[in-house]
């Protein structure tokens, strides 16, 4: 597991043995979990930000939009 982006509102993790990642909403206590080619998909969206425009604020707009509905509440057992 590698962190690859850390926000004060996001978090980025990347499984690069199972080409996956994991994105985790701070504030919203969610997360998506990608793999195959959603995981492909991500990478795409994300080297697709020209590095100019990498900033915080632009990337957790991007995970924000990008986690949408599709992300899922953090339950602790």
């Not at 690069?16 to 969206?45: C, I, N, T, Y």
């Amino acid at each position: 597991m590698n962190v690859v982006y850390n926000s004060e509102h996001y978090s980025v993790l990347a499984y690069p043995a199972q080409e996956s990642f994991e994105l985790v909403d701070k504030e919203g206590g969610r997360m998506l979990f990608l793999q195959g080619p959603s995981a492909l998909h991500f990478r795409a969206a994300i080297e697709e930000i020209p590095e100019g425009e990498r900033d915080e604020e632009t990337i957790d707009a991007f995970l924000d939009d990008y986690c949408g509905d599709a992300a899922r509440p953090i339950v602790f057992h």
